[in-house]
């Protein structure tokens, strides 16, 4: 089954998967229900809609209250697996007040 999955690619794909998941739970437990509109908006965005996110961290200083590497931000531009993992832990600072 490993070598199936090394194969196909999949263990970063099931690594974004457990991040994202872990999320999911982390807002289930803290704000069950639907999230308000604004905080939807923020989920969507940093999650599903990369490309403005990425635009939004440069051009709205979306980052702020991050501590962000400056090695992150050159990959982010570039790079949509970090680009992921930052939108998740952005996700996790301002939705739930916690960094990873």
Do not use: C
């Not at 457990?18 to 982390?26: E, G, H, K, Q, V």
């Not at 440069?58 to 980052?63: G, P, V």
């Amino acid at each position: 089954m490993d070598t199936w999955i090394d194969q196909q690619g999949l263990a970063e794909y099931n690594a974004m998967n457990d991040r994202l998941m872990t999320l999911i739970s982390l807002k289930n437990r803290l704000l069950p229900g639907p999230l308000e509109p604004h905080q939807a908006e923020m989920w969507h965005l940093a999650l599903y809609d990369l490309d403005r996110f990425r635009q939004a961290i440069f051009d709205q200083k979306l980052l702020d209250g991050l501590t962000v590497q400056a090695e992150t931000l050159e990959k982010v531009q570039t790079d949509d697996v970090e680009l992921l993992k930052l939108g998740l832990e952005w996700v996790r600072l301002k939705l739930f007040g916690q960094a990873e």
